[in-house]
């Protein structure tokens, strides 16, 4: 593929915008939907939880959350306008039942007052992140006492193998994430890497490696 479509994939994956946005989103849900089973199986969700989605695409996944347990509450922040957009549609029933809440923010700051949530994860989006450390704080200032976050990622080894990435993509290790939540007041509580068969671009099955990091308030 030629140089200007890999630099177009690459920005409808850190920020779907119009036609071409909605199915590259339609795809990353599918792609994805094993990470983000397994980041929201990790959060161990309780009945009347609140909780917080960083980055949630086109949130095609909220249905299964709301399956963990009863009286859930789930809030959605995205920097897409399109994936506020179709977040909102594909969700409308859980919208107009003030179960799910969507917004927009600026990627940095958490637009909730400290202690909001009972739980927060977030699914491919740390490579997009402009200031982790920031974000790791903002994320614990949201987070209440004993809250949980869970991080899914792929693994950077995977990651560097798909040509899109040297676009606007950070890659990370799990040591590398290991290092930035050391620096903040989190306490580890389990990582674990996953290896998963998807389908690449050009329709070959290729081995992707992912981790779950939970960490406690
Ligand atoms: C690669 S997609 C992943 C979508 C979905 N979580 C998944 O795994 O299929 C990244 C999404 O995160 C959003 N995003 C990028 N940077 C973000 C940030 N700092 N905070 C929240 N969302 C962000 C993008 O707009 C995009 O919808």
């Known amino acids: 593929m030629e140089q200007e479509g890999l630099h177009e994939i690459a920005s409808q994956l850190k920020h779907p915008t ?21 980041s929201i ?38 920097m897409s306008e399109l994936m ?11 919208v107009s039942q003030k179960q799910a809440f969507f917004s ?14 009972d739980k927060i994860f977030t699914v491919n989006t740390i490579y997009f992140w402009q200031d982790p450390q920031k974000l790791l704080s903002e994320i614990y200032r949201v987070l209440k006492p004993n809250g949980n976050f869970c991080l899914t990622f792929a693994e950077g080894s995977f990651m560097k193998k798909l040509p899109f990435t040297q676009y606007g993509f950070e890659l990370y290790s799990t040591e590398k994430v290991q290092n930035l939540i050391h620096k903040t007041a989190f306490k580890t509580v389990c990582t674990e890497t996953l290896t998963e068969k998807v389908k690449s671009k050009t329709g070959e099955l290729a081995d992707r490696a992912f981790t779950t990091i939970v960490v406690e308030k």
């Open 104 to 117: 927009i923010y600026d990627g940095n700051a958490i637009p909730f007052k400290k202690e909001s949530f």
């Open 41 to 78: 199986q990790n959060l161990n969700i309780a009945k009347e939880s609140l909780i917080l989605e960083l980055g949630h695409g086109n949130a095609g996944h909220v249905e299964f959350l709301f399956e963990q347990a009863k009286n859930l509450k789930y809030y959605g922040l995205e």
């Open 18 to 38: 119009g036609e071409k946005g909605i199915e590259i989103a339609i795809m990353m849900n599918e792609t994805n939907i094993n990470m983000t089973r397994h």
């Open 84 to 94: 506020f957009q179709e977040a909102r549609r594909i969700n409308r029933n859980f």
